[in-house]
Structure formats: structure tokens, C-alpha cells
């Protein structure tokens, strides 16, 4: 019975997150140590399929989705690195149960912005961007569309946001265009 709860709770994880590696496993589901955390998850290989990149990555199989009722298909993809970056953050904040991934904050017919993720903890949103391969540019317009957010009142409070980005020079680079905002700036590193 509580090897079953353990399977579906590691199959629950990858339906919310999408795309977990095996470290991120272990952490989330105390899984001991990493030869421990590789045989479970070789035992739900009915489930879940991976692939490298650094290290395992972990996502749900056709069955894996029916068991859990996940819609998402997910795949192979080089997009893996900007999801595993986001749940780096969700680990870091303890797992967050109002988390939401890919959440739209707008004002209608002025102002449209897709958050990567979204939780609120004391009454604040914390707002979670990942800063994975796109350019500065990029950044530069979300940011500013989170101010015009701000100028709007959309928030109660002024929300945190938090940012998961590559190097060093990025995270000056964007605590720079942050300055006035209750932001927190990770690197990847951070986490390791």
C-alpha cells in the first residue's frame, strides 16, 4: 500500500511539473539516497521515460497520464532545461501548494503577460520567471509589462518576483532592470 501512494504521489509530481530529474525526485518525494532513487523510478518504468540531459529526466509514459488522468503529453525536448529551472524554485520555496505553472496576468485590451509560475505566500503573489536561453531583450518587455501591471493596481500588494536565470553577468544584468521591484535573482548554480 505505501509503495503504491509512493508511485502515484512521483506520478502526481510529474503530472503538475512536467518534467522532474532524478535529484529533484529524490528531494521531493525523500527518496534517500541516488541508487535508491534510481531503483524506484526504474520500477515505475511503466509509468515514466526519460531522457539525459546532465542527469535523468523524468516524465510520464501514456500510462503514467491515464493513471493520473494527465492530458499533457509531454516529449523529449530542449525545452526541459526552462521547466527543471522553474522546479528548482518550487522546491527551493518548499513546495507551494498554490502553485500554478504558466499563469496569464492581464488588464483587458491593454496589458497581456504569461507568468511561468505563480504562488502566494503572507497574502503576496510571488511571480517565478526563468531566464533559461531567451535574449535580454526578452526580459526587458516582460519587465516592463509587469510594471505596467503594477502602474494598473492588478496586485493588492506588491508582488516578488523571483528569477531563475544562467550566469552571473545575466543576474546583474537583471537585478539592473528589477531596481524598485521586490525581486529575488537565483542562478542555476544556486541550487546545486
Known amino acids: 500500500m505505501q509503495r503504491q501512494q509512493r508511485i502515484e504521489n512521483i506520478l502526481l ?3 503538475k511539473l512536467d518534467y522532474l530529474t532524478r535529484s ?3 528531494v521531493l518525494h525523500d527518496l534517500g539516497s541516488a541508487r535508491n532513487t534510481s531503483r524506484v523510478l526504474k520500477d515505475m518504468s511503466e509509468y515514466v521515460t526519460h531522457f539525459r540531459e546532465g542527469e535523468a529526466v523524468y516524465y510520464l509514459t ?3 497520464r491515464d493513471l493520473v488522468g494527465a492530458t499533457k503529453i509531454r516529449k523529449k525536448t530542449s525545452t526541459a532545461r526552462h521547466y527543471i529551472m522553474r522546479n528548482s524554485i518550487y522546491i ?12 496569464k496576468l492581464e488588464v483587458p485590451n491593454q496589458i497581456k503577460i504569461i507568468s511561468d509560475a505563480l504562488f502566494i505566500r503572507d497574502g503576496r503573489y510571488h511571480l517565478v520567471e526563468v531566464d533559461n536561453i531567451q535574449k535580454m531583450n526578452t526580459n526587458r518587455a516582460k519587465i516592463t509589462k509587469y510594471r ?4 494598473y493596481g492588478v496586485f493588492e500588494k506588491p508582488p516578488v518576483f523571483i528569477w531563475m536565470t544562467t550566469t552571473e553577468y545575466r543576474r ?4 539592473k532592470l528589477c531596481e524598485g521591484l521586490d525581486a529575488k535573482i537565483f542562478i542555476v548554480s544556486d541550487f546545486h
Open 92 to 103: 527551493a520555496y518548499g513546495n507551494p501548494s498554490s502553485w500554478k505553472n504558466e499563469v
Open 172 to 175: 546583474k544584468q537583471l537585478t
Open 148 to 151: 505596467k501591471l503594477l502602474e
Open 13 to 15: 509530481s510529474l503530472k
Open 24 to 26: 529533484q525526485l529524490q
Open 62 to 64: 501514456k500510462e503514467g
